[in-house]
């Protein structure tokens, strides 16, 4: 496939939304990256079950059809089963317990999707594509969209992977992915809105045969106004029986309407929104007086940062770049990426970082959804996410970005700085939008502190020898 060097115009303005609003976000990665080391075959058992809403009022949420306990249970071919021991996905996570007899029912209803970050939402609707495409047919039957690049990417080598043994056709829909003069045949497609829109209405992409279309990060997508539309307008290309799924881990309130309106009728897997925290994740806060104390603090904590792999956001672009250049000049081994990288250049960072090439990963919100890296237990806030006018806290960010540590059932800590009234604040708010608690650590004795977070980090590095899976240190 043709790789980009260059990202559209479309995917340009989505990343300056998304940084400029200091929200919302890309995320994820890894097209081609066959990477099972960092499978388990553990289970997500999350303390707090979904909430099941079926739009069909006569089903019964709590007969055994609504949930599985065992893959088997679902009939799928043998091809996939052997995807799911390639993967060493032994048992279903709790989500994927809920929505697969859903998404696998028939007729095939649409389904609103919510759970925890790191529990297994990729997996299950991918499971539900590769379950639902015709195999003896080459045309495009399955659409996946994706908020970035790297999260396209990154559910794409997931179809590959799962779908190895099938013989599933699939095809790579961001910029300059596809080849000059070629329709697609591919049977699968994951990609990012705006090239999709744009091989639709070139007629590269034919739709009449579409059965299916996902949207990952779904509250994302339908949030910000850019791919909002042209989420809609792909939609609307579509035929009008095809199964709509919507996958998030929030749906905050403003988006409900959205998500209704795309996906109709929807059955719906939903949390409280004070269920939303893993319990895996140790949040901790480091109260800095100013921005050099925070810079400071940075440094004091590089030592901790390298115990596994650790991912440092910050408001944008610049600042990314300027903390890249004063930690590298002080002697610090990091890497940076945002959305100014180019799409070779992002898949070659990001990489370098997921196959722990790399350690230290400083981004802005370009990463804080969907990455799936097990070997992150470590995210810094270095400047807590907003809205786009700078103050408000942006809750559902602060949560996907700490999100990408504590995955599947591992423990991880997140530390966000404070430096003035404002971010003190915004961290106060946060913990009251979640209902959770923020430890203080105090910077006092560099010493104490570290133990205290060592101490987390450490039970990740055993939880993760346990379980066979490198900690990548
Ligand atoms: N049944 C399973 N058995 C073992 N591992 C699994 C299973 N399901 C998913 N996983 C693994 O769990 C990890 C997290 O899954 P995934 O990325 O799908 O989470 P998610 O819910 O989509 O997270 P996010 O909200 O951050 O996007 C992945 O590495 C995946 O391979």
Not at 67 to 76: A, P, V
Not at 95 to 109: S, V, Y
Not at 173 to 194: M, N, R, S, Y
Request: aromatic share 6%; net charge negative.
């Amino acid at each position: 496939m043709a790789e980009s060097s260059k990202t559209s115009w479309a995917d340009d303005v989505q990343e300056q939304e998304q940084e400029q609003e200091a929200m919302a976000k890309q995320a994820g990665q890894a097209a081609g990256v066959e990477d099972e080391s960092q499978k388990h075959s553990e289970l997500v058992t999350n303390e707090h079950d979904v909430k099941v809403t079926l739009a069909d009022q006569q089903a019964d949420p709590n007969s055994p059809l609504y949930s599985i306990k065992s893959f088997q249970e679902l009939g799928l071919s043998e091809e996939l089963q052997k995807g799911l021991v390639l993967m060493r996905f032994s048992r279903p996570s709790k989500i994927q317990e809920r929505a697969l007899p859903l998404l696998l029912k028939d007729p095939p209803t649409n389904l609103i999707g919510q759970s925890q970050s790191g529990t297994g939402k990729t997996a299950a609707f991918v499971l539900a594509m590769l379950t639902r495409v015709d195999l003896t047919k080459n045309t495009p039957q399955v659409l996946c969209l994706a908020p970035s690049r790297e999260l396209a990417r990154q559910i794409l080598a997931v179809v590959n992977n799962m779908g190895s043994f099938t013989g599933v056709k699939t095809q790579f829909a961001v910029p300059l992915a596809i080849e000059k003069g070629k329709i697609i045949d591919a049977q699968i497609v994951v990609g990012t809105p705006g090239t999709v829109l744009d091989c639709i209405k070139r007629r590269v992409l034919p739709t009449k045969d579409m059965i299916m279309i996902c949207l990952d990060e779904a509250d994302n997508m339908l949030d910000q106004q850019g791919l909002g539309d042209q989420c809609f307008r792909v939609k609307n290309m579509m035929p009008k029986t095809v199964q709509v799924l919507l996958f998030s881990a929030t749906f905050p309130q403003k988006v409900i309407e959205y998500a209704d309106k795309f996906a109709p009728t929807a059955n719906k897997l939903t949390l409280k929104q004070e269920e939303l925290t893993v319990e895996g994740i140790k949040q901790f806060y480091m109260d800095c007086n100013s921005d050099d104390e925070k810079y400071q603090t940075i440094l004091n904590l590089y030592e901790l940062m390298t115990i596994g792999q650790s991912v440092i956001f910050v408001r944008r672009r610049e600042n990314a770049n300027e903390l890249h250049k004063r930690m590298a000049e002080d002697g610090h081994t990091v890497s940076s990426l945002h959305g100014a990288f180019e799409g070779t250049e992002r898949d070659r960072i990001i990489d370098d970082f997921r196959f722990g090439r790399s350690k230290v990963l400083i981004t802005t919100n370009v990463i804080a959804r969907g990455i799936d890296i097990a070997s992150v237990n470590l995210v810094v806030n270095y400047d807590l996410p907003t809205l786009a006018d700078g103050r408000t806290p942006d809750f559902e960010t602060y949560l996907h970005r700490i999100g990408r540590t504590g995955r599947f059932g591992r423990v991880g800590a997140s530390v966000s700085f404070v430096q003035d009234q404002l971010s003190w604040q915004q961290m106060d708010a946060i913990q009251r939008h979640f209902n959770c608690v923020m430890t203080r650590v105090d910077t006092s004795d560099w010493t104490i502190a570290r133990k205290q977070i060592k101490a987390v980090l450490k039970s990740n590095a055993s939880q993760e020898q346990f379980m066979g899976v490198g900690a990548g240190n």
